[in-house]
């Protein structure tokens, strides 16, 4: 709700601070006092345009200041939350300050808690605070993409909505896996075909592990072939005998014939032979180890180049896939296991159609039910607001809630001349018509122009759909043009009624109004100093009798005021 209104150097007014009541607010005053200014500074909190000759004084600002009140039990309060947030504007205890200062020059600054922000961000917060019906732009109901919500909102079918809701969220995200699928296709035959050539190429390769070592140290023998031989020649030739070099071998058995004779003629030589023994032996295996090995060192020459390709392929392979045939092996498991799911993605694909052609009938289902729901509240809330523009003195008004289907190419087909678009809400386009005027057809909400008949028309709509219009506040100008007598009663009356549910400010003329409101601001105008000047004022007790006594008018001041009494008596009643 609106809690303040703090106005300085705005048109004729000065300095004024407004405090208003949750219920029902009038502002009343002579013709020409200054009502429509403050009409028009809330319009400013609302991001409608300001005129840089707005400021009383030239060479001061014009500020327009508000403080609302927030529910924070209300989903409309988390929206508006969630509004903030996405424009970083800070919020605490439920509280919303909204500055508008409009400079001399033309030049405006928007603040939101304080916090400097753009006529975008106070247009879309102010239709989430204010309605202002009468002669201003903004106006909920003059939006087309409002009725839907609140026709939903108003109606008694909100299961159906929240299935069609779930299944059109499901059928959306399955369309979007199936998407990713298709168009990822021509990728995924490239990494498909690529994966597979690895998977052969390894394969074909035939690795074993520790392959490659054995085949570098296979190739470092035969590369040294020429000097291991030398070296198995040389020390051959000092084992056996050679150019003149003694043999080893037969000094290793002279030694031992010594040795032997020791043993016979002293026992205590005995260790000394079998320490010498086992040595001996050794030797000679290793001298026969070693032309052995020496024999083995002969190798066909195709060895090489059989070694020598195949180290290339392994060496290849490992610039490739890893840096060892443990991480080529495991790099080819691994291209295998994706390969495997690659192919499988065709199954996958196969699943999540059935399931979309599912959803798909799901969606169309749900969507032709809560057309008809649609359909049918429609009418019934149309007749309803009919009966209460009959009772606002529009006898003649036509008022129609029309419910369509969207329709365009990529719809559904679900029976109907053309293919039907569905969306996150369903698949109608809800518009409120009307005509005044006998004989003529009923138009769209938004292009009747007349402040009178539209405040009279929006009175109508709120009283109908109450909650369900979730903007907190309503300022009602020129709701009273044309209008008097039992007409007037009934304006009051639902007025009245209207804020019962709403915070209601209206600008009157009407005593039969002005009576039932529980807060009566009186704008005045004075010359003072040369210069007009607007002030504000709330009147109470015997003020309040006589505003509704001057209202009356009449040529008997005295059975005005009596009749005033009479009709603020009447409206504490009811």
């Known amino acids: 709700m609106l809690v303040s209104l703090h106005v300085r150097n705005f048109v004729l007014i000065e300095d004024c601070r407004i405090e ?3 219920g029902l607010n009038v502002l009343t005053g002579e013709t020409g006092a200054g009502k429509s200014i403050l009409a028009g500074a809330l319009s400013l909190l ?6 840089p000759e707005s400021a009383r004084n030239p060479d001061h600002d014009a500020v327009i200041e508000a403080e609302f009140a927030l529910d924070p039990a209300s989903p409309h309060t988390r929206e508006i939350h969630a509004l903030l947030e996405a424009a970083g504007i800070p919020w605490e205890d439920e509280v919303l300050l909204v500055k508008r200062i409009l400079a001399p020059g033309g030049r405006s600054r928007i603040f939101i808690n304080n916090t400097s922000c753009l006529v975008k961000n106070l247009k879309e917060l102010g239709e989430r605070l204010m309605d202002l019906h009468g002669q201003h732009e903004h106006q909920s109901l003059l939006h087309k993409s409002s009725y839907r919500p ?5 109606g008694g079918y909100q299961n159906i909505l929240d299935a069609y809701r779930a299944a059109y969220a499901e059928w959306q995200d399955i369309r979007r896996r199936l998407q990713i699928l298709e168009t990822n296709e021509r990728e995924r035959r490239r ?10 190429e ?3 390769a035939g690795l074993a592990e520790g392959e490659d070592e054995k085949i ?3 190739l470092q023998v035969i590369q040294h072939a020429g000097r291991l031989s ?3 020649a040389e020390a051959i030739r000092w084992l056996t005998g050679g150019d003149e070099s003694p043999a080893l071998l037969d000094t290793l058995d002279r030694v031992e014939s010594l040795l032997v004779n020791l043993e016979s003629m002293d026992r205590h030589a005995a260790p000394i032979l079998e320490m010498w023994q086992p040595a001996a032996i050794t030797l000679r295996e290793a001298a026969r180890e070693l032309q052995t090995y020496a024999l083995s060192l002969e190798f066909d020459p195709g060895e090489l180049d059989e070694l020598q390709q195949r180290h290339f392929q392994i060496k290849t392979l490992k610039n490739k896939y890893g840096a060892t045939v443990r991480e080529i092996l495991q790099y080819g498991e691994t291209c295998r296991a994706e390969l495997v799911r690659m192919e499988n993605l065709d199954e996958e694909r196969e699943a999540l159609q059935k399931q979309e052609d599912a959803l798909r009938g799901e969606v169309a289902r749900w969507g032709r039910e809560l057309h008809a729901k649609r359909s049918q509240h429609a009418q019934t809330t149309a007749l309803r607001i009919r009966e209460e523009l009959q009772s606002l003195g529009m006898e003649q008004a036509e008022f129609e809630i029309q419910t369509a289907y969207r329709f365009g190419p990529g719809g559904l087909d679900i029976g109907e001349a053309q293919p039907v678009i569905f969306g996150p809400d369903g698949s109608d386009e809800v518009d409120f018509l009307i005509s005044t005027i006998p004989g003529r057809p009923p138009r769209p909400l938004r292009e009747v122009a007349s402040g009178g008949e539209i405040s009279r028309i929006m009175l109508a709509i709120k009283c109908v759909f109450g909650k369900a219009d979730a903007v907190p506040f309503m300022l009602f100008d020129e709701i009273d043009v044309g209008v008097g007598g039992r007409t007037a009663d009934a304006v009051g009356e639902r007025l009245a009624r209207l804020a019962r549910e709403k915070q209601v400010l209206c600008i009157t003329h009407l005593p039969q109004i002005a009576s039932r409101a529980q807060r009566n601001l009186r704008v005045d105008k ?4 040369g210069r007009l000047l607007s002030t504000v004022e709330v009147l109470k007790g015997k003020e309040r009798e006589a505003e509704l006594a001057r209202m009356l008018g009449g040529e008997d001041p005295a059975a005005s005021k009596k009749f005033a009494r009479e009709l603020l008596k009447g409206a504490k009643r009811n």
């Open 46 to 51: 609302v991001g409608e345009r300001g005129s």
């Open 230 to 232: 030398e070296w198995c």
């Open 191 to 200: 990494r498909e075909d690529m994966l597979r050539y690895q998977v052969e």
């Open 216 to 218: 570098a140290e296979r």
């Open 202 to 204: 390894i394969e074909k």
């Open 526 to 529: 004075k010359e003072v100093n």
């Open 150 to 154: 609140l026709l939903d909102r108003f």
């Open 20 to 22: 208003f009541h949750p």
